[in-house]
């Protein structure tokens, strides 16, 4: 059964940091790329980070650049580093597993994987 299980999210005040893991099972996903989406209060969820299956790509949100870093260790856990953190970034932030890249930028509806997600709260 493939899981992807978030961890790490919680209640911050503003400029503060977070980390999110996203621990992956189920399946080889040594060559998927993975990526983070978001979705706050009354929203529309939003792509917030991908990288690619070797690590040597990432791509990020106009909202979250310079301030987000994501990377991964292996084929089964990935990670959000999420600095100078805004209440903006108050949302559900959900890990997520597909064989493209490009499906993340481009058509997330069509993603692969998707984990239950993890409350980020940052508080002004």
């Known amino acids: 059964q493939v899981q992807l299980v978030e961890s790490g999210g919680g209640f911050v005040q503003a400029g503060g940091s977070l980390r999110l893991s996203c621990a992956a099972s189920?399946?080889?996903?040594?060559?998927?790329?993975m990526g983070w989406f978001r979705q706050a209060p009354g929203k529309e969820r939003e792509f917030v980070a991908v990288i690619n299956w070797n690590g040597g790509r990432t791509y990020y949100a106009d909202s979250v650049k310079g301030r987000f870093t994501m990377s991964r260790d292996d084929d089964k856990n990935t990670y959000l580093q999420m600095n100078s953190l805004k209440p903006e970034d108050t949302a559900v932030y959900s890990c997520a597993a597909d064989g493209e890249i490009a499906t993340f930028l481009r058509d997330p509806s069509g993603v692969d994987y998707w984990g239950s997600g993890t409350l980020v709260t940052v508080s002004s």
């Open positions: 189920g399946r080889d996903f040594s060559t998927y790329a």
